[in-house]
């Protein structure tokens, strides 16, 4: 029997006065890969940003649960410990922290706790994999990394901290194909081998080709008004989103 872990019914957000997200329905079992997809402002990364407690967007109406717990009643640090996981279409740079000190730091808060040994050849191992220099574990979060760096040091938080769920916000944004394919490798390990959930944000489909996609949702002007399996990414894929936007 599948095991519910996100369930939004009719949330409504607003950013600045001006409600964005009108109504969205959205529920996702465990394992489970669902792809959100959408024209430029139709609110897709607005719901990433809500669902994770960004205090710039304020919950209008509606109801989120997240392993059957509500999950609007906690804050930002309390809903990445309870297994939830943004990866942002724009990383911030943290001066004063390494990469290598912030996932520690993470995993920690979540109750992972590993000898220092250990975690630094697992590290290794994932940094290997998303084909890193190994020195970026000590350099500042983000500081003077491209585009592409910045991308890997998300996903690389991702294999780390195994999150029940994740939500990926145009993680192939301004990644050149080399780049994309890495960044898909780390999303498709994860999949696989983590067990997690996923939420991916995109109006591109190159991030998608490898991985195993459960369903497709299409938002326009703040509503899902579109539910279907993967062929769906293939139809937007074909013929954009058009029909959706007379609708």
Do not use: W
């Not at 139709?42 to 109406?61: D, F, H, Q, V, W």
């Not at 050149?176 to 999303?187: L, M």
């Amino acid at each position: 029997m599948a095991q519910e872990i996100l369930n939004v019914s009719q949330l409504k957000v607003g950013v600045e006065d001006k409600e964005i997200l009108h109504g969205v329905d959205l529920s996702l079992n465990k394992g489970e890969t669902h792809v959100l997809m959408g024209p430029n402002g139709a609110g897709k990364s607005t719901l990433g940003y809500a669902l994770m407690g960004n205090p710039r967007y304020e919950i209008l109406g509606g109801k989120v649960t997240f392993n059957g717990e509500d999950l609007l009643s906690k804050n930002v640090a309390e809903r990445s410990q309870a297994g939830l996981f943004l990866s942002f279409q724009n990383p911030i740079e943290v001066p004063g922290i390494t990469l290598g000190n912030f996932i520690r730091s993470s995993m920690e808060q979540r109750g992972k706790k590993m000898t220092y040994f250990k975690f630094k050849k697992l590290l290794q191992e994932k940094m290997e994999f998303l084909q890193m220099d190994p020195s970026y574990a000590e350099r500042d979060l983000n500081v003077g990394f491209s585009g592409g760096e910045k991308k890997k040091a998300e996903i690389l938080q991702l294999l780390m901290l195994k999150p029940s769920l994740a939500i990926l916000d145009e993680t192939d944004s301004g990644l050149d194909v080399d780049a994309v394919r890495t960044v898909s490798a780390g999303i498709e390990e994860y999949q696989k081998n983590c067990k997690g959930s996923l939420l991916i944000i995109t109006h591109s489909t190159k991030i998608l080709e490898s991985l195993t996609v459960d369903y497709t949702h299409v938002m326009v002007e703040g509503k899902i008004i579109e539910t279907g399996d993967a062929s769906l990414v293939d139809k937007i894929n074909e013929s954009g989103f058009a029909e959706y936007e007379r609708i």
